[in-house]
């Protein structure tokens, strides 16, 4: 009876090994959502900051510009901000000229182009496309499929090329299906607005970010966390603009922005001529009028002499800039700004060609990759959307204040 009873117990310990072997084969998958799962809740309520008694929509000292590539940022830049804001005042790392530039196709080989880059790179003063994300991790590789494609071609011997358009056109570009599918896109350009707004690009400082990134991408469903701090953070701007709505961006962060610039530094220059008269009752080397010289209106405190240095282009410091003059400087502006975007536009696809990716081709992509593209994107339309309600309630009441007609009491 006691041997039944060691057989019998015997019998259920294989069976409990079995039932054990069988969740630990089948647990990692569930643990690793669970990990997973913890990993993202915990960085979202550390990044949901409670909520603070200040106005947020208040312009502070520091303006931090956050540019969603593509989206027609750099003309705020060169439009808005350095009309605003003198040359000294950027912080180190402010890009200055970011350009991808397939005529680069030029050069006799890749070893070459790269090389002619890096010497460029260092010689620059401002940061390099290759210093930016995301293009300091696409370009390079773009650069590589160009010219991978290009010596094919030539291999080959032969320029007779088939295509459905300039999306498909394997021989000369990575077709599109082909690069929404790639891993680099997977990792960096999907999702990619709601990543960077949220802090979690594969550029993130935070050594969580990369985790917590992998998580959302390996796990759609926790894709929420990250849209909802991403949203939080649209909501805590001092300002959100729209590309399609360009127009009208321009205006609103000319009344909302650049108003509060050019009042910041009103009481800037009032304080300064405030010093300079108390230096100039201490017998001070400068002078009233020199102060009201517009020499001296056009330069800005060098904080690493502490000297007054002369400064280019320092349209912030001229004491008559107002909303409308930065409106008009603006128009002056892009318009210049776009002519050289054509012609660079032009010029470099004549490197490519015959791919011209323009509106009509656009309009020739399948349907199916457009859907593709929607799903892979998921987070990045949500956000969009909540970035048009946004925009839509602050251009209202900025327009409402604008226009708004006091009454009498």
């Not at 009042?263 to 017998?283: D, H, I, P, R, T």
């Not at 892979?376 to 339309?381: C, I, K, Q, S, T």
Request: charged content about 25%; some cysteine; hydrophobic content about 35%.
């Amino acid at each position: 009876m006691r041997l039944m009873d060691h057989t019998l117990q015997f019998s259920l310990l294989l069976t409990l090994l079995g039932f054990a072997s069988i969740l630990a084969n089948a647990s990692p998958m569930k643990n690793n959502f669970g990990h997973c799962e913890r990993v993202v809740k915990k960085w979202a309520v550390s990044s949901l900051d409670p909520e603070v008694n200040e106005d947020k929509h208040t312009l502070r000292d520091l303006l931090f510009f956050l540019h969603v590539p593509r989206t027609g940022g750099r003309t705020y830049f060169h439009c808005f901000l350095r009309k605003l804001y003198s040359k000294s005042l950027e912080c180190p790392r402010s890009y200055d000229k970011l350009r991808f530039d397939p005529r680069f196709l030029v050069h006799p080989n890749l070893t070459s182009a790269t090389q002619m880059a890096e010497r460029l790179r260092s010689k620059m003063r401002g940061v390099s496309t290759l210093d930016i994300w995301p293009w300091k991790y696409l370009v390079p590789w773009m650069r590589e499929d160009l010219f991978a494609r290009r010596d094919a071609r030539r291999r080959r011997g032969s320029d007779d090329m088939q295509s459905n358009g300039a999306y498909d056109m394997e021989e000369i570009v990575m077709p599109l299906h082909e690069y929404i599918n790639s891993p680099i896109a997977l990792d960096i350009v999907h999702n990619g607005a709601t990543f960077q707004v949220a802090g979690l690009t594969n550029n993130s400082y935070l050594e969580e970010s990369h985790e917590v990134r992998h998580c959302v991408q390996k796990y759609e469903i926790l894709g929420e966390h990250v849209l909802q701090v991403a949203k939080k953070r649209l909501d805590d701007m001092l300002y959100v603009g729209l590309t399609e709505e360009h127009r009208e961006s321009a205006t609103m962060f000319a009344n909302v922005v650049g108003a509060q610039v050019i009042s910041q530094w009103g009481a800037l220059n009032m304080s300064m001529e405030s010093v300079a008269n108390n230096k100039s009752e201490q017998s001070s080397s400068f002078s009233i009028s020199e102060l009201e010289n517009d020499d001296h209106q056009n330069s800005s405190i060098d904080h690493n002499s502490g000297q007054v240095t002369s400064t280019e282009n320092d349209e912030a410091t001229k004491q008559n800039m107002t909303v409308d003059r930065l409106m008009e400087a603006y128009e002056v502006c892009i318009s210049s700004l776009r002519k050289e975007q054509a012609h660079r536009r032009t010029a470099s696809l004549k490197r490519i060609s015959p791919a011209n990716f323009s509106k009509e081709g656009r309009l020739q992509v399948p349907g199916v990759i457009l859907e593709q593209i929607r799903s892979l994107n998921r987070l990045d339309l949500e956000l969009y959307k909540y970035a048009q309600d946004i925009f839509e309630k602050r251009h209202k009441h900025s327009m409402e204040k604008l226009f708004a007609i006091p009454t009498a009491r």
